[in-house]
């Protein structure tokens, strides 16, 4: 079947939510995917910050295999050996100062940061304080603490009582947050936006100012935690304690699931009744999310990912073509001096290579940490000649 005929068969079958699919992919192996024709493309995408392992990593397999074939699904009346040991997990990653923690899970980004927003009224406030370019997922909770016009209007009103302020603006915060504030929520690095990176005394910042409101700190690391950045969390290097973290994205390297931890007094908001899920937390997802978190540290990819990650910056830098380049581990963005990011993207699939727009002059790489150095190598070499070819097309 020609890569044509699927999308005919797509368009007649699935919703349009996402416009007409770029290629239709049937196979991976590392950093590389293959599609129906036959073509072979380096993944610097990753899924979107998904395949940490990138794709049929042996141990992802190995795990997601026997679990499956043993236990996959039990519901929440019930929990498993997998359900436990990866909570335990997580705690011991992602807390900071031994901070204690329960974690609650789920399947995607949205529904953490659903189940966050919920945990917050729980405080007895509803005031929320969000970000300018904000993503949180596009469920309507979520969608309520997601800047982006053209998502929102659409699906007006929206939970309520949102107060926006400019991205890493601490004078703003400290001005927006009251007495009556349930939570602040940040992602300490956005990625939808097109990679734009919090400074460590902004989150120190937020930190001091939602404690001195009795409000919670709320950190969306959906895109950046997992090790992405060359730290579990993104926000880690700041130090900060913070009370709700949420995580979906690499944390199962393909396998959908979604982490809502909270710590000190979120931890224990939620009390029976008050929250729930069908899959969350299933044997499958968890076993997966374990495989995950082992294969990180036994292949040492926190490190991987900041020296390729420093790596792509500074050769992408190069690039007068280039005005900034921004982003912590395998998380990059960049934004050009003209606006031809989607040429590019398409100039880049045309020679084999998959990345992403996040905006007409922004491009944003996220590839597997298990990226290789010739990989990264081959597209540096190559990348003049996306940026010749896109202005080209431009002019
Ligand atoms: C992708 C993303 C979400 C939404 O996750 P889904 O799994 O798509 O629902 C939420 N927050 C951030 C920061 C994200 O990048």
């Not at 100062?97 to 945990?119: H, I, M, P, Q, Y």
């Not at 509803?126 to 309520?144: I, K, N, Q, S």
């Not at 947050?177 to 690095?189: F, G, M, R």
Request: aromatic share 6%.
């Amino acid at each position: 079947m020609t890569a044509a005929t699927w999308s005919e068969r797509y368009a007649a079958s699935l919703m349009n939510t996402f416009g007409p699919p770029k290629l239709t992919l049937v196979r991976g192996e590392g950093a590389h995917v293959w599609d129906s024709d036959g073509k072979e493309y380096v993944d610097l995408l990753g899924g979107i910050a998904v395949n940490t392992l990138g794709h049929a990593h042996p141990a992802l397999v190995a795990a997601v295999t026997e679990q499956v074939s043993t236990l996959t699904h039990v519901s929440n009346f019930f929990t498993t050996p997998q359900q436990v040991e990866l909570a335990e997990r997580l705690l011991a990653v992602t807390a900071v100062d031994g901070a204690d923690g329960r974690v609650f899970f789920c399947n995607s980004g949205a529904e953490a940061n659903e189940g966050a927003l919920k945990l917050t009224r729980l405080t007895g406030r509803t005031h929320v304080v969000a970000m300018e370019d904000a993503f949180h997922g596009r469920t309507m909770g979520a969608l309520a603490l997601t800047s982006k016009a053209a998502y929102r209007a659409p699906f007006e009103p929206l939970p309520g009582h949102v107060t926006w302020v400019p991205f890493s603006d601490t004078e703003a915060l400290a001005a927006a947050v009251t007495d009556e504030t349930a939570a602040v929520v940040i992602e300490p690095l956005q990625g939808e936006a097109g990679v734009n990176v919090a400074p460590s005394d902004f989150l120190v910042a937020a930190r001091e100012i939602t404690k001195r409101h009795g409000a919670l700190l709320w950190l969306d690391e959906v895109q950046s935690g997992m090790g992405r950045t060359g730290s579990w969390l993104a926000s880690h290097p700041s130090g900060v304690v913070p009370d709700i973290v949420t995580l979906a994205k690499g944390l199962g390297g393909g396998l959908p699931i979604g982490a809502l931890i909270g710590f000190g007094r979120a931890a224990t908001l939620f009390e029976p009744g008050n929250h729930g899920t069908t899959f969350g937390g299933n044997p499958l997802s968890c076993a997966a999310a374990l495989a995950v978190l082992a294969t990180i540290e036994e292949e040492g990819l926190l490190a991987r990912a900041a020296v390729v990650g420093e790596r792509l910056r500074a050769a992408l830098r190069e690039d007068p073509r280039v005005l900034e380049v921004r982003g912590v581990g395998v998380l990059v963005g960049l934004t050009l001096a003209r606006d031809v990011a989607p040429a590019v993207v398409a100039a880049a699939q045309e020679a084999g290579w998959i990345i992403n727009a996040t905006g007409p002059d922004r491009i944003r790489l996220a590839p597997p940490l298990v990226v290789t150095d010739s990989d990264v190598d081959s597209f540096l070499a190559l990348w003049p000649a996306l940026l010749d070819d896109a202005m080209a097309a431009d002019s």
